[in-house]
């Protein structure tokens, strides 16, 4: 059974930062690629952003310069760094871990919230 649990969401100012970390019971983490995307209520889900096995990034126009996004195959974890915090942030953010041909495995889902 896979597990992904995600960590770190919360109530922060605009402006201020959030760390959210999601780590997998996976054994062969370091051949997948990582996602954070997230969801507000009646939209779709939006993807954030991506770190792929041999670790490339890429980023949402709406957070590009502002999000990092990093992962640690030891630990089985991926980190997403929000700098720079938007009210239109908020929402629940969810990881997702895959191999490219499949649809991978989902975290429960974490609450960002920013306050203006």
């Known amino acids: 059974q896979v597990h992904l649990v995600e960590s770190g969401g919360g109530l922060v100012q605009a402006g201020g930062s959030l760390r959210l970390t999601c780590t997998a019971s996976?054994?062969?983490?370091?051949?997948?690629?990582w996602y954070w995307y997230r969801q507000t209520p009646g939209k779709q889900r939006e993807l954030v952003a991506v770190?792929?096995?041999?670790?490339?990034?890429n980023y949402a126009d709406s957070v590009r310069g502002r999000f990092t996004i990093s992962r640690d195959n030891a630990k089985h974890t991926v980190d997403l760094q929000m700098n720079s915090l938007r009210p239109e942030d908020t929402a629940v953010y969810y990881c997702?871990?895959?191999?490219?041909?499949?649809?991978?495995?989902w975290g429960q889902g974490t609450q960002v919230t920013v306050s203006s």
């Open positions: 770190i792929s096995a041999g670790t490339s990034t």
């Open positions: 996976i054994s062969s983490i370091d051949l997948m690629d």
């Open positions: 997702n871990v895959k191999f490219p041909w499949d649809s991978g495995y």
